[in-house]
């Protein structure tokens, strides 16, 4: 059996690249958001529901939502790994906000998908 | 390996550390993502009511939204997420080799704080009917 390297890098090359890749995400997500809303996308509640509603805009929604509650997940916790040391405390909110960041995606994800 | 456990010495007086502007984008950075994290609730609940169909979802959108500490909250998240914005874009080039160089760096850092400041009175401006 192949001993296992405990030190070393690309530990969290995985993250890392992760962290980046969910950052295209939004941020394509945020240029489609200000050139709809820069064409009439919020003139009135009437036409923010009609471009939400939108199915391509759902569906990019949802990869923002997803994104963001990834990136979200990568950035707490790197603050949290470096500014509390007690590893109960770590855990407690690292669970915190694991689950309070499923949570949002899944209310968000309804609201989307409810209209 | 004596080397290994010999005591370094610390120097971490924050008051008297200056940072750099780059450090000081780059711990903005840090605090806007929290500060959105923590927020997210209000914001997905606004997102809610403003997209609700009920006389009572819209009347409390207007409510909330009419009130002065919320639209406080609101520029403060605008301007953090546009911080962010810029500032996670600045990061994305310096990832991929561009504007590493001292002087060009320090610019980019100029940039990202003029910018989202900037854009978020914009913003701010347009919301409470400026122009």
Request: include cysteine.
């Amino acid at each position: 059996m192949k001993a296992r390297i405990l030190v070393g890098a690309h530990y969290g090359l995985k993250d890392w690249l992760a962290q980046r890749i969910t950052a295209v995400v939004m941020a394509v997500y945020t240029a489609i958001l200000i050139v709809g809303m820069l064409r009439g996308a919020a003139s009135s509640q009437d036409a923010w529901h009609a471009f939400m509603s939108n199915g391509f805009i759902r569906i990019a929604s949802f990869l923002f939502i997803v994104s963001l509650c990834y990136h979200a997940w990568i950035g707490v916790r790197d603050i949290w790994m470096d500014y509390v040391k007690p590893t109960g405390i770590r855990l407690v909110l690292h669970v915190l906000t694991l689950l309070t960041l499923v949570g949002y995606a899944g209310w968000a994800i309804q609201i989307i998908w409810r209209l | 390996m004596p080397e290994m456990t010999k005591q370094r010495p610390k120097y971490l007086a924050l008051h008297q550390i200056r940072l750099p502007l780059a450090g000081f984008v780059s711990i903005l950075h840090r605090i806007s993502g929290l500060g959105l994290f923590l927020m997210l609730p209000l914001l997905i609940w606004l997102l809610e009511l403003s997209l609700g169909t009920t006389p009572e979802q819209k009347a409390t959108f207007s409510n909330v939204t009419g009130s002065c500490i919320v639209q406080l909250i609101l520029f403060g998240l605008c301007w953090a997420y546009l911080h962010h914005f810029c500032a996670g874009i600045r990061f994305l080039l310096l990832d991929v080799h561009v504007g590493i160089e001292k002087e060009q760096a320090r610019k980019s850092a100029v940039g990202v704080l003029v910018i989202s400041l900037g854009l978020t009175v914009l913003v701010a401006m347009k919301f409470l009917g400026v122009f």
